[in-house]
């Protein structure tokens, strides 16, 4: 059974930092693409940062280009986000997917295959 669990979400003030992990599950890692993704109350699901599966090469919203990295231990099957410099934009769930479709840029949530329940972040001013 595949399986991606979040976890790390939490409560942070305005400048303050948070690593979120998804441990992975069903699924050889080094298989496959993992982009985190964040869905804040009534807007879309938007992809934030991804890491592909076969050179590490990863991807940033320009968002978050500069306080957010992504990063990833096979050997553990984990996937990591640190998050830096955190606002209250920030604010949202933030989820993990897999899959092999994207290809590059910003990514888009069909293009992921399985996803994670989600962790909330919560960013207060």
């Known amino acids: 059974e595949v399986q991606l669990v979040e976890s790390g979400g939490g409560l942070v003030q305005a400048g303050g930092s948070l690593r979120l992990s998804c441990v992975t599950s069903g699924f050889t890692l080094d298989d496959v693409d993992i982009c985190w993704f964040r869905q804040a109350p009534l807007k879309e699901r938007d992809g934030v940062s991804c890491?592909?599966?076969?050179?590490?090469?990863?991807y940033y919203a320009d968002a978050v280009k500069g306080r957010f990295t992504v990063s990833r231990d096979n050997a553990k099957n984990m996937v990591y986000l640190q998050m830096n410099s955190l606002n209250p934009e920030d604010t949202a769930v933030y989820y993990c997917?897999?899959?092999?479709?994207?290809?590059?840029?910003?990514?888009?949530?069909?293009?992921?295959?399985?996803w994670g329940q989600g962790t909330q972040v919560t960013v207060s001013s």
């Open positions: 890491i592909r599966w076969n050179d590490d090469g990863t």
């Open positions: 997917a897999a899959g092999r479709a994207w290809v590059s840029g910003l990514p888009t949530t069909h293009e992921f295959y399985y």
